[in-house]
């Protein structure tokens, strides 16, 4: 495995994947919120149950964003790998 920082301060591409699939996780479960949490927010506080359809929607976006920049990486870092 390469390090996880090179001496030219690049993160490597095994530690940059790792943090694209944390971050398309975390992405996921506010793209995806649970069951009733529209509905339990909107009890807590009218005025943010209004935007979190909106917040979906964004977060929505960005996860398919990620996804395609996470299956992109993959390639090239694979593409890379053979022509080692």
Known sequence: MKNVINL????????????LD???ASTERAA???EG????LGI?????A???P?????ASKRLFLLKQVRARLAELT???RKHE
């Open 8 to 19: 030219a301060g690049q993160i490597s591409d095994t530690k940059l994947l790792a943090d």
């Open 22 to 24: 944390a971050e398309i």
């Open 32 to 34: 995806h919120p649970p």
């Open 37 to 40: 949490s529209q509905a339990l």
């Open 44 to 48: 807590i506080s009218p005025n943010l």
């Open 50 to 52: 209004g935007i979190m």
């Open 54 to 58: 909106v917040a979906t929607k964004q």
């Open 78 to 80: 694979e593409k890379e």
